[in-house]
């Protein structure tokens, strides 16, 4: 197998010098893959999308020990605007767009005035024609679904080697959420996208996935090739609503119960 574009190395990241909020977090992407890393809300996974993309904010939080790695060169504590130079753009979790603007003046904004030429734009139409259709409305009055095909056509602008998309699936209808889904992996089959997918729905994020990461409290607790993570007897339970979750007492599926299964 060849070389991973991107590995990230026993990482830990602290919260005001005091709060760790993810710790030995490891995990390797593969060119022209789609790896997802799945977890209940504050397992640490947008902390872990953010230290990569370089969106960690300065004044409170640090990269205290690990390393990152995209193309072989160290890229842990790098600004946004090298990495997004080097091909790696982030989907953000929220504010994903200027919503006093149109659908158009967002897209515009991602390009320079030289590459203001329509086969840009019509690619990024192509995979979201109702972004075609609503070229002229102000962002700020589109449906979550709307903005987020938007978000997403806007890093595709960038001409990325990987996508980073933190939450796709966050407050969306089941309906959209497949179509999004449907429309990362065309783009990964057409454009050879590689695609680092952050998600509280594992369903959805393995159902278009090669690979992917299971984190609870800060740490990676279970990786591998989606076909043995959907088989694995914990994901099914706790991710996937496997059917015996419902005649097991709360106490045997609280969080402390979990881990000592995970790491057990």
């Known amino acids: 197998m060849s070389e991973p574009l991107l590995v990230v190395e026993q990482l830990e990241v602290i919260y005001n010098k005091v709060a760790t909020a993810i710790q030995g977090v490891s995990l390797e992407v593969h060119r022209h893959e789609i790896v997802a890393v799945v977890g209940t809300n ?27 790695t ?35 003046e967002n897209l515009l904004f991602n390009l320079p005035m030289r590459q203001r030429s329509g086969g840009n734009m019509a690619q990024v139409y192509d995979y979201f024609p109702q972004l075609a259709e609503r070229r002229s409305q102000v ?15 806007m890093a595709l602008l960038c001409k990325p080697d990987m996508l980073l998309i ?23 089959d057409e454009l050879g ?15 278009i996935a090669n690979s992917g990461y299971v984190m609870e409290g800060g740490r990676v607790v279970y990786s591998g090739k989606v076909a043995d993570l959907l088989a694995h007897q914990d994901i099914q339970e706790f991710y996937l609503g496997g059917a015996d979750r419902a005649s097991r007492s709360y106490r045997t599926v609280k969080q402390y119960s979990r881990k000592r299964r995970w790491w057990g």
Do not use: C, W
């Open 193 to 207: 996208l590689t695609i680092l997918l952050v998600e509280q729905n594992a369903m959805a994020a393995f159902a």
């Open 70 to 104: 995209y193309e072989g060169k160290r890229i842990d504590g790098h600004p946004p605007f090298e990495l997004s130079r080097d091909g790696i753009v982030l989907v953000p979790e929220r504010n994903k767009v200027f919503e006093t603007l149109t659908v158009e």
């Open 166 to 188: 933190d939450e796709l699936s966050l407050g969306l209808a089941p309906i959209i959420i497949e179509h999004l889904m449907e429309t990362l992996k065309r783009m990964n």
């Open 42 to 68: 504050g397992a640490g996974k947008t902390t872990t999308m953010r230290a990569i993309s370089g969106f960690l904010p300065a004044e409170d939080v640090e990269i205290t020990d690990g390393t990152i």
């Open 139 to 153: 962002a700020g009055y589109m449906s979550g679904g709307e903005k987020q095909m938007l978000a997403i056509g």
